[in-house]
Every structure is written in C-alpha cells, then in structure tokens.
C-alpha cells in the first residue's frame, strides 16, 4: 500500500523567499506524480504533473523535481508571494492501482507580506 | 472549457438524516472520483468510475454511502444514515484516460462541505 508523507506540515516564510516543500513515498513503482495547490474552502488545482519518465517539470515560479529511486519528489516556489499561500499536496498512483492516488496530508504555506 | 461542477456546497444535516451530492464532470472525461477530506487531513479516494462502471470503492463505508454514475456523465454520492464523523469535504475529480497507461490528470471540483451535527 502506497503512503505518502509530507514535510513540513506548515512553513512560514518572509516575502520573497524561495522554498521547497518535500513529498516522499514509499512505493517507487508509479508512473507519474502530481502537485495540487488547495485554498481555503476550494477544491484543489493542478500545478505540474511529472511523468515517470522526467526528473523536473517547471510551470512559471514553480519546478518540480522527481527522485523515484529515493521515492522523493520536491516542489521548489521561488521569489514567493503573499498568494502563493495556500496547503499545497501532492498525490502518487497507488501501486497496481488503474489511475488510483493517494494524497499526502499537504503542507500549509503563509507568505507573509 | 467548463470545469467539474458540484452542488450543493455546503449542507448542514443532523445525524441519522440522509444527505446527497451531486457532480458532473468535464465533459469527455471518462474518469469519474469522489474523495472524501476530512479536516487536516489529504483527500481519500471513496469511489472510482470508468464511464458508468465501478473500478474502485475499497475505501467506501458501503453500509452506509452509495454512488452512482447514470449514462457515464453525471454521478451522485448519497449518505444515509449519516454518522458525525461524516463531517467533511466531498470532492469530486475527473480525468482522461491517458495515451500511455498510467498517465492522468485530474480535475477537481470546488467540493461540498458537509457538517454533521
């Protein structure tokens, strides 16, 4: 059974930092990986989806990076921004499932202005 | 393009009432996911469909919620009776069948917030 663990649960950064929040798994065996933003009270919206295949995809201030051999995957925001705020998660295939995912419990960011 | 559209929003029901939600998806999308996120916690998968058939409800408390998907499109997700743990966001997804197997993305709705009190 796949778990997903995200680290740190919560991050508080200053305006303009750059930061990288972490997604680790436990079953290496997936065929690709995918990180949501979640605001309060909405559903969630896709940000970079990484094929198996690829070891980073890059949307705007956004790169995401994959290591399945260490079942790692980071997602790195540079120069953040006070909307940049929101729990962002990241979810996995579950193995041997058909396009089943399993979500990490996210981590809440606050860019403070 | 239209994105997945669930209704209600939100809904507040005492325990051991029934409750029901409803979504349709982005049309085309074959896929069809309701998840189940309780407070802190990352969404649960409930139940999948592939056009209107069911590919997994592992996870879903069958004693008490049901799904369906009429003619492959829209779905509705019914709990009865509701139970206070219950209280929760219910979101629904769709997503393509990819070309290579294995490869997705979903799309989801804004979700519906149920309290049970």
């Known amino acids: 059974k796949q778990e997903v663990t995200q680290i740190p649960a919560a991050l508080s950064v200053p305006e303009g930092e750059n930061l990288v929040l972490n997604c680790s798994f436990t079953?290496?065996?997936?065929?690709?990986l995918q990180w949501f933003r979640q605001d309060p009270g909405k559903g969630l919206t896709s940000l970079l989806l990484?094929?198996?295949?690829?070891r980073e995809q890059t949307s705007g201030r956004l790169n995401a990076s994959l290591d399945k051999s260490s079942g790692r995957s980071t997602l790195y925001i540079a120069a953040s921004q006070p909307g940049d705020s929101a729990t962002y998660l990241c979810a996995v295939p579950q193995s041997g499932g058909y396009q089943k995912v399993t979500f990490g419990t996210g981590t809440k960011l606050q860019v403070i202005p | 393009e239209a994105g997945v559209a669930q209704s209600p929003r939100y809904k507040i029901i005492e325990k051991r009432q029934s409750v029901a939600f409803w979504c349709n998806p982005i049309s085309g999308h074959a896929t069809l996911y309701w998840y189940q996120q309780i407070l802190g916690q990352g969404p649960k998968l409930l139940i999948q469909f592939q056009n209107n058939g069911v590919v997994d409800d592992s996870q879903l408390p069958k004693d008490r919620f049901s799904a369906e998907r009429l003619k492959g499109v829209d779905s509705t997700l019914k709990i009865q009776p509701a139970k206070l743990e219950d209280s929760a966001v219910y979101l629904c997804a769709s997503s393509l069948v990819g070309r290579v197997a294995g490869v997705y993305e979903q799309y989801f709705g804004p979700g519906t917030r149920l309290t049970v009190t």
């Open positions: 079953d290496s065996a997936i065929y690709n």
């Open positions: 990484i094929q198996s295949s690829q």
